[in-house]
């Protein structure tokens, strides 16, 4: 029987909650990107006038200083018009904070447009 030296444990122990600390800082990043792609967006008086609605998925290459170095639609809201208007809010932020570890990364984010009925009118 092989008995766990303590101090293997605690190193390992201390690892995995660093790791936990790094992708709880990674989530709380996207968080904050995907709020702040949210406050940027608008409403496009022609989907308005169309009562479209969805959310996009946008797939970024961020570089370690929070620069948007490459961004598409990876997934349609379902309107041309609500596709355009995401890369639109992406070009007016053109940079985010830096990420937590300051490395470049891809992420994924999600920008919404409810339907007319949830008033959002700019």
Known sequence: MMAI??????????FLSCLAS??????????EAESR?????????????RKEAGTALIA??????GLISAYRVA??????ILDREAERALDRIG???????RKPRAVTV????????????D
Not at 6 to 14: E, I, Q
Not at 110 to 121: C, H, S, V, Y
Request: glycine share 6%; no cysteine; aromatic share 8%.
């Open 5 to 14: 030296r303590p101090k293997a444990f605690l190193v390992g122990a201390a």
């Open 22 to 31: 790094s992708a709880s800082a990674a989530d709380a990043w996207v968080q």
């Open 37 to 49: 792609l949210a406050s940027t967006r608008t409403y496009p008086r022609s989907a308005q006038v």
């Open 60 to 65: 970024l290459q961020v570089d370690g200083n």
């Open 75 to 80: 997934q349609s809201s379902g309107s041309d």
């Open 95 to 101: 940079q985010f904070s830096p990420p937590p570890d």
């Open 110 to 121: 999600r920008i919404t447009w409810p339907g007319p009925q949830d008033k959002l009118i």
